[in-house]
């Protein structure tokens, strides 16, 4: 009896290869067409047009203008500080020196013929001098040389002699010799500065005097007497140089 032969059986399709892909297929870029720009080149620049150029010109004139602008006035402010500190530090000084000066008995002060319009000129003849003993004024156009005088030269002269720098040591003529050895001894360290000169009239029985400057003291005083030879000499407004 003949045997049965069984049905061949084929394996079952996956169902990845039966069903259509479901995303669909990208499309490739379309290709720039010969000689047109590459993307994202940057387009060529336009140039600027005549009244572009006059006005950019313009910025750049006013830019400058307040470049300098700015300048001038930093330099203005600099020199302005620098003048108006020089002038604090000159008044801090001589406010230092004038309270040195006074320290002990003398008096400071600055009473002294004004000089303005017709106050300082050289003149002939006598001049009738509103302080005593005097400190500036009209003059006469020869001055006195620096000297211990035992004869008192004309003040027209002394004064005359102020305005070169010197400096007057006045004394009394009846003071002791002390007074008069003292006065001499300062005057041998400034000896082209200094006027030794003996004045009757004068309240003090001491007094210096410098072109608008004064120190009036009661009696010899070594220290003010010296200091104020030395803080005012040369400062006259006609400093005539040594030599």
């Not at 020196?97 to 320290?103: F, K, Q, V």
């Not at 400071?108 to 302080?131: A, I, K, L, P, W």
């Not at 007057?168 to 009846?174: A, F, Q, R």
């Not at 009696?219 to 006609?238: A, W």
Request: net charge positive.
């Amino acid at each position: 009896m003949a045997k049965k032969r069984g049905k061949k059986r084929t394996p079952p399709r996956s169902s990845a290869s039966q069903r259509p892909s479901s995303s669909p297929k990208r499309k490739a870029p379309p290709r720039p067409a010969a000689g047109s720009a590459k993307a994202g080149a940057a387009a060529p620049a336009r140039k600027p047009t005549r009244a572009e150029r006059i006005e950019a010109a313009q910025r750049q004139q006013r830019r400058r203008r307040l470049v300098r602008r700015a300048l001038v006035l930093g330099v203005l402010v600099f020199v302005v500080g620098a003048v108006t500190a020089v002038v604090i530090n000159n008044r801090r000084a001589s406010a230092r020196i004038i309270s040195r000066l006074e320290a002990g008995a003398c008096q400071f002060d600055r009473e002294s013929d004004d000089d303005e319009g017709q106050g300082r000129n050289h003149v002939t003849g006598s001049v009738g001098y509103q302080t005593n003993p005097p400190a500036g004024g009209n003059h006469s156009p020869s001055p006195a040389a620096p000297n211990v005088y035992e004869n008192p030269p004309p003040d027209e002269q002394v004064v005359h002699s102020m305005e070169h720098g010197d400096v007057v040591l006045w004394h009394k003529p009846d003071v002791g010799p002390d007074v008069v050895d003292g006065l001499r001894a300062i005057a041998d360290r400034y000896d082209r500065d200094v006027l030794v000169v003996p004045r009757a009239s004068m309240r003090p029985a001491v007094a210096a005097t410098a072109w608008h400057r004064r120190l009036l003291c009661p009696g010899f005083e070594r220290e003010p007497l010296d200091l104020f030879v030395k803080s005012y000499r040369d400062k006259g407004p006609e400093k005539v140089p040594e030599g």
